[in-house]
Every structure is written in structure tokens, then in C-alpha cells.
């Protein structure tokens, strides 16, 4: 069995959004996406004062493609025009299938935005094949405890989408994408397989790992040879991103909130959406 190594790497840049750190590792100056991995922003960490104005996405509309969202601290309110709501707190994962259309809020709870506290958001945008673009749109929210965490060598993968270890994740991938986040203790390590010919996205959340030698420090993105297997090790605590999935050999043209596979179809989805066909999402208030 092989074993992946790392061939670029891609630190994040940060791109704050008001008073909400932000940072990106793709797309990027070099890098415009992983394969089926588009997008990822990183906010936090950081806390929140008592009285503030809680997180700014309020409504705002998407086609093409889904959303993964992990909350690894703080919480955060979701609500969409296909009638999905949840308020989903620290070491849960929100998942969106836009597909066909739909207009979502992602804001802080009135409880949090009175009281503050710490907040570590992640979310990772994953492309649909042509197939499934205009498929209906679909939300699942799970809370911490319904996520199974799979102990290792000095590691533990939180399992959001496939299978691990014998385990299987809460999410059912419509395109067989396996997801998750690990935390690795200092000299521990953690093994993926199966991934030969998929798209792998490995990025370090916190702290710094490496890979079969070469150093992948805090707030970079890997990119990572061909191979059936890799492992991810530390020599101090460490948190990692971590997903792979098929390949979707098909053009990607994007735009703003949108993800399709040509102009038309943007210029499409711009229309469908200026004429009220997605939707609408009322502000959350929990």
C-alpha cells in the first residue's frame, strides 16, 4: 500500500469580515480548488463579548453545490427557505445540499449574542456532478453527541460522512464523500486509507502536523501525490480538517453564491433567484 506525500502547500490568507477573523487556504493566489473541495473559510478563534452583534450571515442564496459546516466551538443558527431550522452548538456539523436553490441564514443565537463567548467556525464548501445540481435541497444538523469519535494512535476522528475504523458517519454523502475532523495528541497519529485515485483535503486547524516528513504547519492547506493511504502525525496537540471524495471530471464554473457548470447556468441561477424561485429564509431568533 502507498502512502501519500505532501506536493504544495497553501497557507490560508486572511480575509476578515468585520469584526469576525477570517481566513481561507482555498481558493487562493495558487490554488483554486482541491478537486470536488471548492472553498473553505476558517473563522476564529476568537470570543465574543457580552452584547454583541453575533455572526453576519443573514440570508443569502446557493445552487450547485453543499455545504459543510463544523462548529467547533461557540454555536450557530441556521434556517433556510426549504423550511430547515436548527441552533447547533460546539462539536456539531451542519450539512446543506443546496442543490436546485435555496436561500439559508447562518447567525449567532440571541443567547449567544447576549452572553459571548468563544467561537470556531468552519465551512467547507463540496461540488455536485451535473446530475445532481438542480436536485432538491436538504439540511441535516447534528449535535456533538450524535457524531461517532473513533480513538487511534494518540488521535480521535469525529465521523461526519463515511466510514472508519468500522463505523459509519450520521451523514449519508449523496456522492460518497468521507468526512471528518481529528484531534491528535502530541506524538500521536492518525491513517486514512482507501483513497487511492479520490481528491483529499487536508488542512491543520490548530497547531502544527506532518506528513510523511514534511511539515504541514497551523493554518495551511496540503496538497497531497496520488497514493492509497496517509497519516497525519504530531509532535504537540494538533486539530485537522480532513475529507476525501471521487473525482467530478466536469468544467466548474463559479460566482459568487453560485456553483454551476457554465456561464449560462450562473447567469441562469442569477435570474431564478432575482425572480423569487428559491425562496426565502427568515432570520433566525433562538
Not at 497531497?224 to 466536469?250: C, M, R
Request: glycine share 12%; no cysteine.
Amino acid at each position: 500500500m502507498s502512502e501519500r506525500h505532501i506536493t504544495a502547500l497553501h497557507g490560508a490568507y486572511r480575509d476578515d469580515i468585520g469584526d469576525l477573523v477570517t481566513r481561507r487556504p482555498v481558493p487562493g493566489p495558487q490554488i483554486d480548488r482541491i478537486g470536488a473541495f471548492l472553498f473553505l473559510n476558517h473563522h476564529g478563534p476568537q470570543t465574543y463579548p457580552p452584547g454583541n452583534g453575533g455572526l453576519p450571515f443573514g440570508p443569502h442564496p446557493h445552487r450547485g453545490f453543499e455545504t459543510v459546516t463544523f462548529i467547533l466551538d461557540g454555536e450557530l443558527a441556521h434556517a433556510d427557505s426549504a423550511g430547515h431550522e436548527s441552533v447547533i452548538r460546539a462539536g456539531g456539523i451542519q450539512w446543506m445540499t443546496a442543490g436546485k436553490g435555496v436561500v439559508h441564514a447562518e447567525l449567532s443565537p440571541e443567547s449567544f449574542k447576549a452572553e459571548g463567548g468563544p467561537m470556531e467556525i468552519l465551512q467547507l464548501w463540496v461540488n455536485l456532478p451535473a446530475r445532481l445540481k438542480m436536485t432538491e435541497p436538504r439540511y441535516i444538523g447534528a449535535q456533538a453527541d450524535a457524531i461517532p469519535v473513533v480513538a487511534g494512535e494518540g488521535a480521535t476522528v469525529h465521523l461526519v460522512s463515511g466510514s472508519y475504523g468500522g463505523v459509519k458517519g450520521p451523514v449519508d454523502s449523496l456522492t460518497g464523500v468521507f468526512m471528518s475532523w481529528a484531534t491528535i495528541e502530541a506524538r500521536g497519529s492518525a491513517t486514512f486509507d482507501g483513497l487511492r485515485g479520490r481528491d483529499v483535503f487536508l488542512y491543520a486547524v490548530r497547531g502544527d502536523v506532518s506528513v510523511a516528513g514534511t511539515a504541514l504547519p497551523e493554518h495551511h492547506l496540503a496538497e497531497l501525490g496520488d497514493g492509497d493511504s496517509v497519516t497525519i502525525s504530531a509532535d504537540a496537540p494538533a486539530v485537522i480538517l480532513f475529507g476525501h471524495a471521487d473525482p467530478i471530471d466536469e468544467p466548474v464554473v463559479a460566482h459568487g453564491p453560485f456553483v454551476m457548470n457554465s456561464a449560462e447556468e450562473i447567469r441562469q441561477a442569477y435570474s431564478d433567484y432575482r425572480a423569487g424561485r428559491f425562496g426565502n429564509a427568515r432570520m433566525v431568533e433562538a
